[in-house]
């Protein structure tokens, strides 16, 4: 494996930036597994690499495990370096017409039916499971399953190597049935919107890997947090480690150009892989990016909410479920099982974990609306009182002026979750997409994202879908386009993408993409939200 790498790094250096390319033969496939320091990462403009001569984008090592062992106790890893392939299991080929039935149909969740291109290419599908490290204050050793789809029919020919697309899911639950490549029944109400993520990726031709993210896998396990929501560290580094891993099985096949795209939840996994990658590395350089829906919000959110519980019930909206993810997971990671509900009511403490433990992302959860209207009705009431004026902005009595130490680590927290983008990542290309009729990211959320990207200076253009589509709809509506953008950005001689339903938003004086309310005046950032 070495070897291959070696040489897919002595070819690239022409194609890529010679500084980033350097940093990247310097390494093993695993990275840099003795410092833990970065083996490329956002290296600004590069084009599309050489691999060697490309390859047949098959496996070029062994894939014979099974696929129950890829969800199992892989036992200690902490030799391993970082992306380190574990496990390999063939799961099944699907032709072009397979992936095509998958996402030509609506779904409950809002979702429509894919409009793109025809596809060109089949999948074959493995599912593996390679090292990571977790997000906790010792950056534990920990690993990830993740769903492999490579194409039958390249985009270049076979031969010719491709950037690595790197998928980020959306919210599913945090327990280990939710994980997208388990296809599990139980998640059924969001699978279609992966599948409109990734299949047209493979199907029109790039090879994917899409992480489920640590803790998915063998969930509940010895020293085996789950997966944390919306932990900067915990999923940026398992989606950094996905691109290291793709490496692992098809070196050969790979440019050092990385794409990473994501949806919804998904986005702030994608944006926190990008806030890291000159940090902690990814074997390879990060070309561009591409959002739906992209929920890069403050993450104070999670208690900024309890200001309003009649605004914010479970029946209504789903940040209150999702707010006791964020809260029990990030417990659980950073403090210890034993503290995983010392936030919550302890009569209500069981209901918390049986949600944790079994529930995957739903139209509605009647457990938690048995046991209160909102999340207030769960927590604890001296964290209750102890962070949500804390929590909210300071033109609100709040501001992250903390009355006890309690609120003063989860605010550190939360800000930490939610960093303000430097350095390279400021110069990756970046698209995003947001429609018309998003009852998820509604206009005044996304205003805040908007102002947040902007004031950081990102290099990202918006892509604003007029049609009433939704947070879901928006993905399947446009995912022809964004695979042609990529093409655009990373591929040779590749035209620029069709129009389509990419409209301009106007900006600003401050420079900001406007979204505009029913009445034609200016919507503005959700003052409970802000850019904190």
Same mark, same amino acid.
């Given at each position: 494996?070495?070897?291959?790498?070696?040489?897919?790094?002595?070819?690239?250096?022409?194609?890529?930036?010679?500084?980033?390319?350097?940093?990247?033969?310097?390494?093993?496939?695993?990275?840099?597994?003795?410092?833990?320091?970065?083996?490329?990462?956002?290296?600004?403009?590069?084009?599309?690499?050489?691999?060697?001569?490309?390859?047949?984008?098959?496996?070029?090592?062994?894939?014979?495990?099974?696929?129950?062992?890829?969800?199992?106790?892989?036992?200690?890893?902490?030799?391993?370096?970082? *992306?380190?392939?574990? =496990? /390999? @299991?063939?799961? #099944? !080929?699907?032709? %072009? $017409?397979?992936?095509?039935?998958?996402?030509?149909?609506?779904?409950?969740?809002?979702?429509?039916?894919?409009?793109?291109?025809?596809?060109?290419?089949?999948?074959?599908?493995?599912?593996?499971?390679?090292?990571?490290?977790?997000?906790?204050?010792?950056?534990?050793?920990?690993?990830?399953?993740?769903?492999?789809?490579?194409?039958?029919?390249?985009?270049?020919?076979?031969?010719?190597?491709?950037?690595?697309?790197?998928?980020?899911?959306?919210?599913? *639950?945090?327990?280990? =049935? /939710? @994980?997208?490549? #388990? !296809?599990?029944? %139980? $998640?059924?109400?969001?699978?279609?919107?992966?599948?409109?993520?990734?299949?047209?990726?493979?199907?029109?031709?790039?090879?994917?890997?899409?992480?489920?993210?640590?803790?998915?896998?063998?969930?509940?396990?010895?020293?085996?947090?789950?997966?944390?929501?919306?932990?900067?560290?915990?999923?940026?580094?398992?989606?950094?480690?996905?691109?290291?891993?793709?490496?692992?099985?098809?070196?050969?096949?790979?440019?050092?150009?990385?794409?990473?795209?994501?949806?919804?939840?998904?986005?702030?996994?994608?944006?926190?892989?990008?806030?890291? $990658?000159?940090?902690?590395?990814?074997?390879?350089?990060?070309?561009?990016?591409?959002?739906?829906?992209?929920?890069?919000?403050?993450?104070?959110?999670?208690?900024?909410?309890?200001?309003?519980?009649?605004?914010?019930?479970?029946?209504?909206?789903?940040?209150?479920?999702?707010?006791?993810?964020?809260?029990?997971?990030?417990?659980?990671?950073?403090?210890?099982?034993?503290?995983?509900?010392?936030?919550?009511?302890?009569?209500?403490?069981?209901?918390?974990?049986?949600?944790?433990?079994?529930?995957?992302?739903?139209?509605?959860?009647?457990?938690?609306?048995?046991?209160?209207?909102?999340?207030?009705?769960?927590?604890?009431?001296?964290?209750?009182?102890?962070?949500?004026?804390?929590?909210?902005?300071?033109?609100?009595?709040?501001?992250?002026?903390?009355?006890?130490?309690?609120?003063?680590?989860?605010?550190?927290?939360?800000?930490?979750?939610?960093?303000?983008?430097?350095?390279?990542?400021?110069?990756?290309?970046?698209?995003?997409?947001?429609?018309?009729?998003?009852?998820?990211?509604?206009?005044?959320?996304?205003?805040?994202?908007?102002?947040?990207?902007?004031?950081?200076?990102?290099?990202?253009?918006?892509?604003?879908?007029?049609?009433?589509?939704?947070?879901?709809?928006?993905?399947?509506?446009?995912?022809?386009?964004?695979?042609?953008?990529?093409?655009?950005?990373?591929?040779?001689?590749?035209?620029?993408?069709?129009?389509?339903?990419?409209?301009?938003?106007?900006?600003?004086?401050?420079?900001?993409?406007?979204?505009?309310?029913?009445?034609?005046?200016?919507?503005?950032?959700?003052?409970?939200?802000?850019?904190?």
């Amino acid at each position: 494996m070495k070897r291959a790498i070696l040489a897919l790094c002595l070819t690239s250096i022409a194609g890529v930036v010679a500084a980033g390319a350097m940093a990247a033969c310097s390494s093993s496939s695993g990275g840099n597994a003795a410092t833990g320091g970065p083996d490329t990462g956002t290296g600004g403009d590069t084009g599309p690499g050489d691999a060697g001569g490309g390859g047949t984008f098959m496996p070029e090592i062994a894939c014979t495990d099974t696929i129950d062992s890829v969800y199992a106790d892989p036992g200690d890893v902490s030799s391993k370096p970082k *992306g380190a392939i574990l =496990k /390999c @299991a063939k799961d #099944k !080929d699907m032709s %072009a $017409a397979d992936l095509t039935a998958a996402v030509d149909v609506a779904d409950d969740a809002g979702n429509r039916a894919y409009t793109g291109p025809a596809f060109t290419s089949g999948a074959h599908v493995y599912r593996i499971l390679y090292r990571t490290t977790r997000g906790d204050p010792k950056s534990s050793p920990g690993y990830s399953s993740a769903l492999l789809l490579l194409p039958e029919t390249p985009r270049l020919g076979t031969g010719k190597p491709l950037p690595v697309i790197l998928a980020a899911h959306g919210a599913r *639950g945090q327990t280990g =049935k /939710c @994980a997208p490549s #388990k !296809d599990d029944p %139980a $998640a059924a109400f969001v699978e279609e919107d992966f599948q409109h993520l990734v299949y047209p990726f493979v199907g029109l031709g790039f090879p994917v890997i899409a992480p489920d993210l640590a803790g998915y896998a063998n969930f509940g396990g010895a020293n085996n947090p789950p997966p944390a929501f919306d932990d900067l560290n915990d999923v940026g580094r398992s989606m950094l480690d996905g691109a290291r891993a793709i490496r692992g099985v098809i070196p050969s096949s790979l440019t050092q150009q990385v794409v990473i795209i994501g949806h919804s939840q998904g986005s702030y996994n994608a944006m926190a892989a990008l806030a890291l $990658a000159d940090s902690y590395g990814l074997d390879g350089i990060v070309s561009a990016v591409a959002v739906y829906s992209p929920i890069w919000a403050s993450q104070r959110g999670w208690a900024a909410i309890f200001a309003e519980p009649s605004t914010y019930t479970f029946a209504a909206s789903s940040l209150g479920s999702v707010s006791i993810w964020y809260h029990y997971t990030h417990s659980f990671l950073l403090d210890g099982p034993d503290k995983a509900l010392e936030l919550f009511d302890p009569t209500k403490a069981a209901t918390v974990q049986a949600f944790v433990n079994n529930d995957c992302w739903s139209k509605s959860y009647p457990d938690l609306e048995e046991a209160g209207t909102s999340a207030n009705d769960l927590f604890s009431s001296t964290y209750r009182q102890a962070i949500t004026y804390a929590a909210i902005p300071a033109p609100l009595g709040g501001g992250g002026n903390c009355p006890t130490k309690l609120c003063t680590t989860w605010i550190d927290r939360m800000t930490a979750d939610y960093p303000h983008f430097t350095g390279g990542a400021t110069k990756v290309p970046m698209l995003v997409w947001y429609s018309n009729n998003d009852t998820t990211l509604t206009p005044d959320l996304a205003q805040c994202v908007f102002n947040r990207l902007s004031g950081d200076k990102l290099d990202y253009q918006l892509c604003y879908d007029t049609s009433p589509v939704g947070h879901g709809g928006v993905v399947a509506e446009n995912a022809g386009y964004v695979v042609d953008w990529v093409a655009h950005e990373t591929l040779p001689d590749a035209g620029a993408p069709a129009m389509g339903n990419c409209s301009a938003l106007a900006n600003n004086d401050a420079g900001v993409p406007q979204l505009v309310t029913p009445d034609g005046g200016a919507q503005l950032c959700n003052p409970i939200v802000s850019t904190q």
